[in-house]
Each structure stands twice: as structure tokens, then as C-alpha cells.
């Protein structure tokens, strides 16, 4: 060897992932590499390795990082020493260019298994074997090829997991893609929610895994939660235990993986999407908190809300949809229906001495809570000190069973009993102890003031407070306003009083509560109030 040559660079190279995780290939030709630069007596001064990158590829890290270093310390010659003509390139073109980058650098080639030679006859010899390592790699892609759409062909997805979803061992089926969970858990919740328009569009879909922490939940898997994500979401039918691959002529079919979704889902989801998202209006959020809930005063039939749009802006109205009705106008100004249903309800409200007897109602409803739920905690804390002793009693048991299929079984009862001990523990942890005063108050205030909890409340409690409220939904016409109001038992409730009581004396204060008051319709009645959180 040319004695200007005293510094060797090593490249090593394994096409296999497994080769990559399970150490097999790397060492070893770094290894012989380094005996050889030691039999030149050359100095290795940088090892450049590509992991998991086929040799039919010009553009590999390792090799630019050479190419680099190359260009970086021009001043000095460099033999590059590598194991085998494979791991320099598995494709003719891309090693006569290779071989000519490094020759450009001065770099002297030196392979373990092949002699260089740049005479005619050498490089005619040396395109022989660039040929045949080139059509051992397409022969070996063909094979590989085959195996994979034999596979997919059976119903064994063979690619690039979904997110959500990894690679599990199956005795009957090899490697089978299986559920992550709590990550499909959520997705599928979202998956179903967005085809059943729960989640209108993909904007609301994309909030929904945010506000659930999809995007930690991925883990180490963890990719950018954006619209093009999404959007891989959404037409994922791997989702739905569908395989298909229209690149190998591989039709539509059932895999044979755990699918999160239907398939009726699945063509809900790919036909809303197929139609062009709305963009929004200024009327989306209008609420028509009194749609369905007020009914005609001429024809009976609930009302509806709907917008028309003038030449400036829109004007929201609640509507009588009943042709054969003979209500005229049939729309109704929504501000001005909702103006007059404020005024109704300011004139309903308990009277003081009644309000009272609910604050009574209320806080032995909440002691009666407090007493169940410490009798609650009491059971769930045996229950879990019943299966930690199952848990150990097993545990004792596995040691000394001979029987390998009586070990494994007593093993999954331990894993079982052990999930149990979890939610146990997770129910006892994450149970939270309301306000009691806060949801006195909220109840009280109700009973008193209905018309400010109604104002101020979402349109959901809106719903339940007018159902709360009125026994049958309030009649309304333009001339005459709302009917008298049919109204539930708390609301009337001084009228049914006077109306038992007719032909008793009547009471003075409010010592000592009457029986007539302590009617156990009344107590139900509160006891309902679900949007109050004593619970």
C-alpha cells in the first residue's frame, strides 16, 4: 500500500431494522474491519454506520456523513475499508457513483472480500458483481414482496401501523396488529361521534383529542395533532377491520385484526366527507332556547326555530310549521318571544316560608348521601383488601405448580385481579367530595329565582329548567302572550296546600312544618333537581 495512506474510515451497513435492534451485523463488520486496517497498520480515525437503509440507495446518512468528513480533511488520504461489495451498494449505478465520489476525494478503496482492480478487465469483473448483488436485492425484494401480499391477501395487514394500533405476536397468525388502549378507547369514541355529527365538523374532531391528551397518549409514537392528521384518521378503514391495497391488485376484505369501529361507521365517516364542510355563519350560535319547549296556542304543535336572512342581517324567529294552522303571523320574533317567556317565568317563584321547607328537604337528602357514600368507601376498601389477599394466596401458589398450564392460568387470574384492585383504588381516589353549601344554595336559588338560573344557564339547563318548571310546554300567540301556564308540583305547590287543607284552620308562620308540606311527592321532586351537583 502507498505509504501517503496512514488513516483508515470504516462504513458498515444493515439494511434490516431487526439487524438494527437486535445488534446482529453492525459489530461484527466493524469488528473485522478493524482487524483488517490493523493487519495495514492503518490508524481508524471515524466509523460511519447506516442502519436500516437499503444499498440500492445513493442517498444515505452515513454516507453523506463521509462524503463530508472526506471534503472536511482534504488535506489528508483515507482508505475506506468496508466488509463486503453488499454493504458499499446493492444497485450497479449507484456504486460506479459512489466509487466515483470517493475516488474524486483521493480515497483508496479497500474491500474484505473483493481486490480492487482498475485495469479494464478488473472494472469489467467489478460491474459483474455491482450486477449480481443488484439482482439478488430485486430478487429479494420479490420475495419478500410475495410473502407480504400472500400475507395481506389472507387478511393480515403487513405495513406501517395506524396510530393507535401495534404489532403483536399471535400464535395462529404471526405478527397481527393489535389495539392500544386507553388510545383506540378515545379514538373510537371521537371516530363515532364524528359519523354520528355529534362532532360536526373535523375542526370539533381535532378538539376532541386535544381536550382528551390523544397526542399524549401516543407516547413515544407521539405525532403533530393537525389537519393533515386528522384527516389520516378519519379515512383510515384499518379502523374499521377493513384491509385493502389496490397497489397489488388486493381488494377490499375483512382483516384479521381487532377492528375499534364498524363498517357502517367507517362509510358514515367517508360520505360526510365527501361533502364539502359548511363554513360558518353568523347564525351558528344562535341557541333558540325556547325550540320544541313552546307550543302554538292555535294548532297545540311545538314551535321550531329558524333564521331568514334580510338585505343587512339575519333575523332569528320561532315558527309554527303546521300548514293547516291558522295562526297568522306564524313567525314570531325570537327576542320578543324570548322577552315575554322572561317575564312568565320572573312571576313564578316558592315563597319564603316554602323555601324553607326545601332547605330542610335538601340537607337531609344530603346527609342520607354522605352516610351511603362513607358506607360505599367502607365496602370498596374490604374489596380491595379481599383481593390482595387472592393476589398473594396466588402469587404463593405459582412457585411451586409443576403444571406449566395450570402456572399460566393462575398467572392471568393474578393479571385480573390486579386490573379489579386497579379501578378499585382509581374509584376511591378520584371520587370528589362536592360543596355542600354551594349545592344548597344553587338548589334554593332555583326554587326562588327561575327566571335568573334560566337566563344565565347554557341551553342544555335551560331545557331541564323549563321541564322542571312546567308540567305541559307554555302556549304562546302573538295578541295574547302565554297562556296560563300549567306548573309542576313545587311551583303550585301553595295552591295544593290551600286546596288539602280547605277545611282546616289555617297556619300561621312556619313552625312546625305541616304534614301537608311534608309530602313525599315534594321530596322526589327535589331530590331531581339533577343539574344540582350533591352527588
Known amino acids: 500500500m502507498d505509504t501517503d495512506y496512514t488513516k483508515a474510515l470504516i462504513y458498515c451497513r444493515v439494511s434490516s431494522e431487526k439487524q438494527v435492534t437486535e445488534g446482529n451485523g453492525l459489530e461484527s463488520q466493524e469488528h473485522r474491519c478493524r482487524e483488517y486496517a ?7 480515525e471515524s466509523v460511519f454506520r447506516d442502519e436500516g437503509i437499503s444499498g440500492g440507495l445513493f442517498d444515505r446518512p452515513a454516507v453523506k456523513s463521509l462524503l463530508r468528513y472526506l471534503d472536511g480533511h482534504w488535506q489528508n488520504k483515507y482508505v475506506v475499508i468496508f466488509d463486503d461489495l453488499k454493504r458499499f451498494a446493492r444497485d450497479v449505478e449507484v456504486h460506479l457513483r459512489l466509487k466515483s465520489e470517493l475516488k474524486a476525494r483521493e480515497a483508496s478503496l479497500r474491500c474484505l472480500n473483493y481486490n480492487f482492480d482498475d485495469s479494464a478487465e478488473g472494472e469489467f469483473v467489478e460491474t459483474i458483481f455491482a450486477a449480481q448483488n443488484q439482482l439478488e436485492r430485486k430478487q429479494n425484494r420479490r ?3 410475495q410473502k407480504m401480499k400472500a400475507r395481506v391477501e389472507n387478511g393480515c395487514w403487513c405495513f406501517g401501523q395506524p396510530a393507535g394500533y401495534e404489532y403483536r405476536r399471535d400464535k395462529a397468525h404471526g405478527k397481527l396488529l393489535t389495539p ?12 363515532v361521534d364524528f359519523a354520528e355529527d355529534r362532532l360536526l365538523t373535523q375542526t370539533d374532531f381535532l378538539q376532541y383529542l386535544l381536550s382528551q391528551n390523544f397526542h399524549g397518549l401516543l407516547g413515544r409514537d407521539r405525532k403533530k395533532i393537525d389537519y393533515e392528521f386528522i384527516k389520516s384518521l378519519l379515512v383510515q378503514p384499518l379502523y374499521a377491520g377493513i384491509i385493502e391495497y389496490q397497489k397489488w391488485g388486493i381488494s377490499k376484505r375483512k382483516g384479521l385484526h381487532e377492528a375499534i369501529i364498524s363498517e357502517e361507521t367507517f362509510r358514515k365517516i367517508q360520505n360526510k366527507l365527501k361533502k364539502p364542510e359548511r363554513k360558518p355563519r353568523e347564525t351558528d350560535n344562535l341557541e333558540f332556547p325556547l325550540r ?3 307550543s302554538c296556542a292555535f294548532c297545540g304543535l311545538n314551535m321550531t326555530g329558524s333564521v331568514s336572512r334580510g338585505k343587512r342581517k339575519y333575523y332569528a324567529h320561532y315558527t309554527c310549521n303546521n ?14 318571544m324570548e322577552e315575554e317567556y322572561f317575564e312568565l317565568l320572573s312571576g313564578i317563584k316558592l315563597e319564603p316560608e316554602l323555601l324553607k321547607v326545601a332547605e330542610e328537604i335538601v340537607t337531609r337528602i344530603w346527609n342520607e348521601k354522605v352516610q351511603n357514600t362513607a358506607l360505599s368507601q367502607e365496602s370498596a376498601q374490604a374489596e380491595i383488601q379481599a383481593i390482595e389477599k387472592e393476589i398473594t394466596e396466588y402469587i404463593k401458589l405459582i412457585p411451586g405448580t409443576q403444571s406449566q398450564g395450570l402456572r399460566v392460568r393462575y398467572e392471568a387470574r393474578v393479571e385480573e385481579l390486579d386490573q ?11 371520587k370528589k367530595v362536592p360543596n355542600f353549601e354551594e349545592a344548597r344554595d344553587l338548589a334554593l336559588r332555583f326554587l326562588g329565582t327561575p327566571a335568573e338560573t334560566w337566563q344565565n344557564a347554557l341551553k342544555e339547563v335551560k331545557n331541564m329548567v323549563h321541564n322542571m318548571i312546567f308540567e305541559v310546554n307554555p302556549s304562546y300567540c302573538l295578541k295574547d302572550g302565554f297562556g296560563t301556564p300549567h306548573l309542576t308540583l313545587p311551583f303550585s305547590i301553595k295552591e295544593h296546600i290551600l286546596a288539602v287543607n280547605a277545611n282546616l284552620v289555617d297556619h300561621t308562620g312556619v313552625e312546625p312544618v305541616t304534614s301537608a308540606m311534608r309530602m313525599p311527592h315534594v321530596e322526589k321532586y327535589i331530590i331531581n333537581l339533577s343539574f344540582i351537583p350533591i352527588e
Open 38 to 44: 490493523r493487519s495495514l497498520k492503518l490508524d481508524v
Open 143 to 145: 420475495q419478500v414482496c
Open 180 to 191: 392500544i388502549h386507553p388510545v383506540t378507547d378515545v379514538l373510537a369514541k371521537g371516530l
Open 292 to 294: 320544541r319547549v313552546v
Open 323 to 336: 300548514k293547516e294552522c291558522n295562526a297568522s303571523p306564524k313567525n314570531i320574533s325570537a327576542s320578543k
Open 420 to 430: 379489579q384492585l386497579k379501578q378499585l383504588e382509581s374509584g376511591l381516589k378520584n
